[in-house]
């Protein structure tokens, strides 16, 4: 079967082409990719090429397939799998794979280290190693890009889980947030701030006390605060907050003012910037652990920490980089429980947008950008649907379904725009 693909040869080298694909060994099975969110870590991999930690040095030679967030339906199945799946399955990949056999090692991952698997292509191989390691996801709920965003969601689940708290005297860690406590999210409104916002909000077994949410644009700020609201977070349990730092003379002070002077439990941050990373060290309580959950692309990343809170106070940090098998489930249970991802998407595009919207990523405002690759369609914001439908009847539809849906994309706009390209 042939397959189109945008596949990275080096650095900055990304080529949207049509091949074969081998026919399917036993172990493996053939896939229908409908959409792909493109991730910040694929503009990472785009522009480092081979330099890149997942991506393989012969990559001129067999260029890897890009895109890990994807989501789709099974084709055929190999003979190995057939009691597990059949097709016309709806699934997710965990790309995560931990496979040492892998092409770069345990670091091996679709979207950065196969020829025949990714999230950029129309048609793809699972190959053996995904489904070895049980990282072919069902997905049992409607549409399919909260299938596609389950990965992003996973990451902020798997940062949840990460951290941590001790009690004085006690070598046992206490994994997970504080159940009650105080938790601040800074620069927290980018795609996957609003992925952790929605997360915590909907989460059944824990959750804070207070959040408050940091950012320094007021109108990401006013979006998140529309997507999810202070009276949702009330009836829930939680005192949410939305909170300007650039208006503050004294952001510290005042942040720990919000927090009663006591300062936070669990503080994450969302930008690799340094003043940020020091500003949620400041704020940290007693036995506080900061998550840095943005990934810096500089390998020499600083920021100062208060070493003698370390020693005196208890404070602490930890990383995540993705979540794990289990995060990903965890993400597609909860969507199946009424948490919809939609408010991560700002932009829609055909494959044909891949290629530009990977290489200039941070350059274009808002948040996700969903591609679905059986069509061809420029990247376009939600936002502007409404113009565009002026002159266009298919933009005047998918308006008209975003309006409906709280402008949100949604299943409806999906199906519309599958059944508007078939």
């Not at 053939?30 to 991506?55: E, P, W």
């Not at 890009?145 to 389950?150: G, R, W």
């Not at 952790?196 to 824990?206: F, G, Q």
């Not at 408010?343 to 595009?349: A, M, P």
Request: hydrophobic letters at 40%; aromatic letters at 10%; proline letters at 6%.
């Amino acid at each position: 079967m042939k397959t189109k693909a945008v596949r990275l040869y080096g650095k900055k080298d990304l080529r949207l082409e049509e091949f074969e694909l081998p026919q399917i060994k036993e172990d493996e099975i053939l896939a229908k990719v409908v959409c792909d969110s493109i991730c910040m870590s694929s503009y990472k991999a785009a522009n480092q090429g081979t330099d890149h930690k997942r991506v393989p040095d012969d990559a001129a030679e067999n260029p890897v397939i890009i895109g890990h967030e994807f989501a789709g339906e099974l084709i055929e199945v190999g003979s190995k799998w057939k009691d597990q799946f059949k097709p016309g399955d709806k699934f997710s990949i965990q790309p995560a794979l931990n496979y040492e056999n892998g092409p770069v090692g345990i670091l091996s991952a679709p979207g950065y280290s196969y020829k025949y698997i990714g999230g950029d292509a129309t048609y793809v191989i699972i190959p053996a190693e995904v489904m070895e390691q049980g990282c072919l996801l069902p997905f049992k709920g409607e549409g399919f890009y909260p299938a596609s965003l389950s990965e992003p969601l996973s990451c902020v689940i798997g940062a949840m889980h990460a951290n941590y708290h001790t009690t004085p005297g006690s070598y046992i860690h206490k994994m997970e947030i504080v159940d009650g406590g105080n938790m601040a999210i800074l620069a927290g409104v980018g795609p996957m701030g609003l992925a952790a916002i929605n997360y915590v909000l909907r989460r059944e077994d824990r959750k804070p006390g207070l959040l408050v949410v940091t950012d320094i644009d007021q109108t990401r700020l006013d979006r998140a605060a529309s997507l999810y609201t202070v009276e949702f977070a009330k009836s829930r349990g939680i005192d949410l907050r939305y909170v300007n730092t650039a208006k503050m003379d004294n952001p510290v002070k005042e942040l720990k003012d919000i927090a009663g002077g006591k300062g936070y439990d669990d503080v994450f941050v969302f930008a690799p910037v340094a003043p940020v990373v020091e500003q949620g060290d400041a704020i940290l309580a007693f036995d506080g652990c900061l998550n840095f959950f943005a990934g810096p692309s500089d390998p020499n990343f600083t920021a100062r920490m208060n070493f003698y809170n370390v020693h005196y106070a208890y404070t602490h940090i930890v990383g995540t980089s993705g979540g794990n098998t289990d995060d990903m489930k965890e993400a597609l249970d909860v969507m199946g429980k009424g948490l919809d991802p939609a408010g991560l998407v700002t932009h829609i595009g055909g494959i044909n947008a891949v290629i530009e919207t990977t290489l200039n990523l941070p350059k274009i405002p808002g948040g996700k950008k969903l591609i679905y690759n059986h069509i061809e369609m420029p990247l376009t914001a939600i936002a502007d649907f409404e113009e565009k439908g002026k002159t266009d009847p298919m933009f005047k539809k998918l308006d008209e379904l975003c309006k409906k849906h709280n402008g949100l994309w949604n299943v409806e706009a999906e199906q519309y725009l599958l059944e508007y390209f078939k």
